[in-house]
Nanobody, 123 residues
Framework: QVQLVESGGGLVQGGGSLLLSCAVS????????VGWFRQAPGKEREFVAA????????RYADSVKGRFTISRDNAKNMAYLQMNSLKPDDTAVYYC????????????????WGQGTQVAVSS
């Protein structure tokens, strides 16, 4: 059974940084594309960033481009989301998700999901 566990969330002041981690167990991360999504209160879950299984291609939502960086370490079965220059609008529960090979911006294309980690950004 594949499990994804996010960590690294917390409360940070606007302009600050956080590093989210996603630990994958139950299968190798090597053939899995990884995505990060977020869901703010009262809103739908939205795409944040994604990376292919090899790490050679990434995609970002316009709202985080230039501030967030997605990466992965297949040897450690880990994926990451470095978040810089955080804004109050970034406040949400952040989810790690995985799917075979490629990336996608759609939640329905991902087979595996973590339980989420809360990020709160104060103004």
């Amino acid at each position: 059974q594949v499990q994804l566990v996010e960590s690294g969330g917390g409360l940070v002041q606007g302009g600050g940084s956080l590093l989210l981690s996603c630990a994958v167990s139950g299968r190798s991360l090597r053939n899995l594309g990884v995505g990060w999504f977020r869901q703010a209160p009262g809103k739908e879950r939205e795409f944040v960033a994604a990376i292919t299984w090899s790490g050679d291609s990434t995609r970002y939502a316009d709202s985080v481009k230039g501030r967030f960086t997605i990466s992965r370490d297949n040897a450690k079965n880990m994926a990451y989301l470095q978040m810089n220059s955080l804004k109050p609008d970034d406040t949400a529960v952040y989810y790690c998700a995985a799917r075979l090979f490629g990336w996608s911006t759609s939640t329905t294309d991902y087979s595996y999901w973590g339980q989420g980690t809360q990020v709160a950004v104060s103004s």
